[in-house]
């Protein structure tokens, strides 16, 4: 599907990093039906080249969530329908082919909230806030939120977001675990590609493993989750590549850890 509210751009001289973005500014990016499957889409087209991806939105905010326009009189047939249309999109963003770096500022609100928990790494930069507005909108969270912001911020956190309207700046939504980088206004999205382009460098089986392997070990009970490790371990170092990397390090051809 194409969509006039999102552009796919492959960037890099070996064409490794795609930058999506949520081109709909004039609406605060807010994700109308079309622009969900849009977003499906896009993830589950990547050319195969690309190795790592960068999400980000135009204009003054990341994205304002489910687009309310749209809200209409759903029975609950149709409603359930609608938010397992939304975990199937990000679900293409979570479980795609490449890890996902959110560049994000302005509002990240709802919808978009829960769009930026489905991706890997989240770059936010000083007009970051993180809100939950479905609370006071009488309605609840339908894009996976349920699952995936616990997961980060605790599901106390998230209660008291949708109980009580709480907003989370920049700072304190850096603190409490919705972004793992905070960068000064403006700046996102270039610490994002760098990342991405970091990230775009590593053993494709590695970057397979922490993103589909890392998520669900987690969740295993213990004895399940040791298992599931030691297999994903053995699969990855038994890749051609990984043995070139590790004689590349013992013969002193390859970078040292440095310090942070
Ligand atoms: C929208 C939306 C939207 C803006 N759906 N049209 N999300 C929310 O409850 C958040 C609603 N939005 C806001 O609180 C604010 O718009 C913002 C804080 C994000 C930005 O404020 P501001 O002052 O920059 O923009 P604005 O003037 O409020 O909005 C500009 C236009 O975008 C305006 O339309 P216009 O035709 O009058 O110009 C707004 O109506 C429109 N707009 N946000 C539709 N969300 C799977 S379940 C997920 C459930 C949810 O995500 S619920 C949370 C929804």
């Given at each position: 599907?194409?969509?006039?509210?999102?552009?796919?751009?492959?960037?890099?001289e070996q064409?490794?990093?795609?930058?999506i973005?949520?081109?709909?500014?004039a609406?605060?990016?807010?994700?109308?039906?079309?622009?969900?499957?849009?977003?499906?889409?896009?993830?589950?087209?990547?050319?195969?080249?690309?190795?790592?991806?960068?999400?980000?939105?135009?204009?003054?905010?990341?994205?304002?969530?489910?687009?309310?326009?749209?809200l209409?009189?759903?029975?609950?047939?149709?409603?359930l329908?609608?938010?397992?249309?939304?975990?199937?999109?990000?679900?293409?963003?979570?479980?795609?082919?490449?890890?996902?770096?959110?560049?994000?500022?302005?509002?990240v609100?709802?919808?978009?909230?829960?769009?930026?928990?489905?991706?890997?790494?989240?770059?936010?930069?000083e007009?970051?806030?993180?809100?939950?507005?479905?609370?006071?909108?009488?309605?609840?969270?339908?894009?996976?939120?349920?699952?995936?912001?616990?997961?980060?911020?605790?599901?106390?956190?998230?209660?008291?977001?949708?109980?009580?309207?709480?907003?989370?700046?920049?700072?304190?939504?850096?603190?409490?675990?919705?972004?793992?980088?905070?960068?000064?206004?403006?700046?996102?999205?270039?610490?994002?590609y760098?990342?991405?382009?970091?990230?775009?460098?590593?053993?494709?089986?590695?970057?397979?493993?922490l993103?589909?392997?890392?998520?669900?070990?987690a969740?295993?009970?213990?004895?399940?989750?040791?298992?599931?490790?030691a297999m994903?371990?053995?699969?990855?170092?038994?890749?051609?590549?990984?043995?070139?990397?590790?004689?590349?390090?013992?013969?002193?051809?390859?970078?040292k850890?440095?310090?942070?």
């Open positions: 599907m194409t969509s006039k509210d999102i552009q796919l751009e492959i960037r890099g064409q490794h990093i795609a930058v973005r949520l081109t709909r500014p609406k605060r990016n807010a994700l109308s039906d079309g622009l969900m499957l849009a977003i499906r889409d896009t993830f589950e087209n990547l050319p195969s080249s690309v190795r790592a991806a960068v999400i980000d939105g135009e204009g003054e905010h990341f994205c304002a969530g489910l687009d309310l326009s749209e209409q009189e759903r029975d609950a047939g149709q409603g329908h609608h938010s397992r249309m939304w975990h199937d999109a990000l679900e293409r963003v979570q479980y795609g082919p490449v890890p996902v770096i959110a560049a994000l500022h302005g509002a609100v709802g919808g978009g909230l829960e769009l930026a928990s489905a991706c890997h790494i989240r770059v936010a930069d007009s970051t806030f993180y809100a939950l507005p479905e609370g006071s909108r009488g309605i609840f969270v339908g894009g996976g939120g349920a699952v995936r912001i616990p997961r980060l911020i605790g599901a106390a956190r998230m209660a008291d977001m949708m109980l009580t309207g709480r907003v989370y700046n920049a700072q304190d939504g850096e603190r409490i675990g919705f972004a793992q980088y905070l960068v000064p206004q403006g700046q996102a999205f270039d610490k994002a760098e990342l991405a382009d970091r990230v775009a460098q590593n053993a494709p089986l590695t970057n397979y493993a993103m589909h392997a890392l998520p669900r070990i969740e295993q009970p213990a004895d399940q989750g040791f298992l599931t490790e994903m371990a053995a699969i990855a170092q038994s890749a051609p590549e990984a043995k070139d990397r590790v004689r590349a390090f013992l013969e002193g051809r390859a970078a850890v440095q310090k942070g």
